[in-house]
């Protein structure tokens, strides 16, 4: 009797904490637009500072237009609704887009202009307040933009650069009072995790004393703790490439970089750099577009060069196994391939101080760089330099 006693009461906890988790439901629909089907889209849940970090929490397939997720929430928490296999027609705002998860059954509607999430109290008010400006400053940018091409058009291509300025003025003057928007919806729920996850979409060196003030007495003391580690880690991540880029100037050797080929072997750069041989390294990413616009140009260097003595290796900084071995496949670059699947986070673009990409390195026969970052008609006359 004490142990069915006991069971029952076992029963009774676990139901009463069932009941106080929030039963979510989001139907989705991508308005006239099938697109999307048959695509793979999933729920995901972001930590407030450290973004990349997720938590898959649900995922399905779009069919006829539609998607649906369910699940339970502890408390409200924004989660994102993200596709998986984009193309370049997606709509802008479809890849990736934040929802609250809440009691009862959220709708989003996708369109051109972004998405309206209506249903619970929180994603009224998230709409109310931030989607349909979303949606206001998308309208108003694309406006601006045709009168831009009108007047580029009307100068024969060329546009001043004062006028150009007031262009680029007019669209930054939207966004500034969306921001303001998105303070007043993080502040409405700071004691909770949707205004703590609104809050840090921006950096807190953004904010007004008054108003970081206001926020930092009521957000939980380690989440700002964690806040501040990771500045202190971007700082030094910062100070290395900086240190980095001294040390990687002409006439340093290169640094070693640890990785794997497409096959999926254990590869070293030492290993493909030959001995005698002028080499230029490449360092890309398969959703860099500028990197893939110059794949043309690396492919003439290497017909015309290679047979002479130059050789060519692609680093790539992409992250995704499939985004780069799918990208390989497309482009058909006939010289080694590696990468350490860790985008920004590996060691190559701290090593070698590389912010920004597309980015060459130019080596001599002992490896020592003579050219950092050099493209066109510099870059082949140092290579014909060396080759002599």
Not at 47 to 61: E, K, P, R
Request: with cysteine; hydrophobic share 40%; glycine share 6%.
């Amino acid at each position: 009797m004490k142990r069915l006693q006991l069971l029952l009461l076992g029963l009774m906890v676990f139901c009463f904490a069932q009941a106080q988790k929030a039963t979510f439901r989001i139907e989705g629909s991508f308005l006239g637009n099938n697109s999307y089907d048959n695509r793979p889209i999933r729920l995901v849940e972001h930590d407030a500072i450290y973004f990349d970090q997720i938590t898959v929490l649900d995922s399905t397939v779009v069919r006829n237009g539609h998607f649906v997720f369910e699940g339970t929430a502890d408390v409200p928490k924004v989660a994102s609704v993200e596709i998986l296999d984009t193309k370049p027609t997606d709509w802008m705002t479809s890849t990736n887009q934040d929802v609250i998860l809440e009691n009862g059954t959220v709708v989003m509607k996708y369109d051109s202009l972004g998405v309206i999430i209506t249903g619970t109290p929180l994603n009224n008010r998230y709409n109310e307040l931030l989607l349909t400006e979303n949606r206001n400053i998308r309208q108003k940018t694309n406006e601006i933009l045709a009168k831009r091409q009108q007047r580029t058009d009307a100068e024969n291509g060329v546009l001043s650069s004062k006028e150009n300025d007031e262009f680029n003025k007019q669209i930054a003057s939207l966004y500034a009072n969306y921001k303001k928007k998105q303070e007043i919806f993080a502040k409405e729920n700071v004691q909770n995790p949707v205004g703590v996850y609104f809050f840090f979409k921006y950096p807190v060196t953004m904010y007004e004393k008054d108003y970081l003030e206001y926020m930092k007495a009521r957000i939980d003391p380690a989440i700002w703790k964690k806040n501040e580690e990771k500045i202190s880690q971007r700082e030094q991540a910062e100070q290395r490439v900086l240190q980095s880029k001294k040390e990687m100037e002409a006439g340093h050797r290169y640094r070693e970089i640890i990785g794997r080929d497409p096959a999926g072997n254990a590869v070293k750069l030492s290993e493909l750099i030959k001995p005698g041989h002028t080499t230029l390294l490449i360092f890309w990413a398969s959703w860099c577009a500028p990197c893939i616009q110059e794949i043309p140009f690396f492919k003439g260097l290497y017909k015309d060069y290679h047979a002479k003595g130059l050789d060519l290796i692609s680093i790539s900084l992409d992250s995704s196994e499939k985004a780069w071995l799918g990208a390989l496949d497309k482009q058909a670059m006939e010289w080694p391939q590696m990468s350490e699947l860790k985008g920004w986070n590996g060691s190559a673009p701290k090593d070698y101080g590389i912010n920004s990409i597309p980015f060459v390195l130019l080596l001599d026969q002992n490896g020592c760089i003579v050219i950092r970052n050099l493209y066109d008609k510099l870059l082949v006359n140092a290579i014909e330099e060396l080759l002599k």
